[in-house]
């Protein structure tokens, strides 16, 4: 577990691999007032960008991926 810059305790979770050399890092963020996201890092080569999601929208996107995963199954 790491802290960072803003104070937040960082836990990495998983780091996935994507296609076209991406690569997809799930990190759990607890700030020391308590709250809670999810950072997903999604690097290529030098480059990175970081989406963090509070719980609300981490189901919401949960949701959509589990509906394009069910559709692209029955094809």
């Known amino acids: 577990m790491t ?3 803003r104070g937040e305790e960082v836990r990495e979770l998983e780091v996935l691999q994507a296609p076209w050399a991406k690569e997809i890092a799930l ?11 999810l ?5 290529e080569k030098r480059r990175f960008t970081d989406l963090d999601l509070d719980i609300e929208t981490a189901e ?16």
């Open 3 to 5: 802290t960072g810059g």
């Open 27 to 37: 990190h759990d963020l607890t700030f020391e007032n308590g709250f809670k996201m």
């Open 39 to 43: 950072r997903l890092r999604i690097r």
């Open 60 to 75: 919401v996107l949960r949701d959509r991926l589990s509906l394009w995963l069910d559709i692209q199954r029955r094809d």
